[in-house]
Every structure is written in C-alpha cells, then in structure tokens.
C-alpha cells in the first residue's frame, strides 16, 4: 500500500532517459531553478538544473545513455501507467544525479559531489547501484553528510560473489542511514 507519494529518491548513477514514458511523470523538477536562462536562479552552484545534474560531463542534462540508471530509476520509481513496469514506489519523485559515463564509470569525487547534490537538493533517499573495492574518504564524508542529515542511502552490496559488500555499501556499519543490499 506505500507507494513513495512525497518522497524523493535520487538515482545517483549513469542519470536515466529523462523522455521515458514510464519515468517522465515522476520525475524530479527543482522548482527554484528557471529553465534555459544560463543562470543559477537557486544560487545552489549549477546553472539550469532543473531535471538534476550531470557530475560526469558538467551539465544540466542526466540523460542516461548508459541503460543503467534508467534501469535502476525503473525500479524505483516506474509510475503505475498500464503499461511497462511498475516501480515499488511508483508515485514517488525521481531526482536524476548522473555520476557515471557513457561506459558506466566514473570517479569517485564524482560520486561524492552527486551524494553531497542529492542531499541539498532535498532527497529523502540516495540510491546507489554503483561500488568499488577500494575505499574512498571523499565518498564516506559525503555518507557522513548524507547521515547528518537524516538522508537514507541504499547502496549495492555488489556482484562478485565476496564475503565482504564492495564499498560504498560495506561503510553500512559505519552509518546508521546506509542500507547495503
């Protein structure tokens, strides 16, 4: 009976198809920011973010052309249409942060800036279907930020079959608003 109404998710990955018939509805507007006018009307530091921010290439479009993030905001957040899929929180709101290119990777100051983004921008949820195996200082102080302030995170434990989550996840004892899975 949850469906997520009110709740903003960011989708902190590869950004997703902004056009997606099954996404488009949900997704996030920052309604302090005028759209097209070269300006940072919010004075949040990023000019025309109106559909979120793309750390990977430095610009205002998160248009996944990856199928990733796409894939995870689906999961999420696919509105309840009649058609598609349906997400397990389909009328919540979508914030698209992009931190991974084209290929997938990324860096992690990347990651870290989209944690820190997602967090001033009003997420009530991080999510992160991304890892390494090396840890990072840059991204644990963004989950300490997430942490101060009452932002939960969900982070990939990983695919390689380890007894250990690959990190970010494996910081889940360290914070108590970090959910590996």
Known sequence: GYTGEGVVVAV??????LDHA????????????????GRDDDGNGFVDDVYGWDFA????????????GTHVAGIVAAEHNGFGVTGVASDAWIMPVQVLGDSGAGSVLDVA?????????????????????????????????????????VAA?????????????RYGASYSNLLSV
Do not use: K, M
């Open 57 to 68: 290439y430095n610009d205002a479009r998160p248009n996944d052309s990856n199928g990733h």
């Open 113 to 153: 800036a989209g944690i820190r983004y997602a967090v001033d921008n009003g997420a009530d949820i991080i999510n992160l279907s991304l890892g390494s195996s090396a840890p990072s200082r840059s991204i644990q102080s963004a989950l300490s930020y997430a942490d101060q302030n009452d932002v939960l995170v």
């Open 12 to 17: 902190v990955d590869t950004g997703f198809d």
């Open 157 to 169: 434990a990983g695919n390689s079959g380890r007894s250990q989550p690959d990190y970010p996840a």
């Open 22 to 37: 099954d996404l488009n509805d949900n997704l996030w507007t920052n309604i302090h920011e005028i759209p097209g006018n």
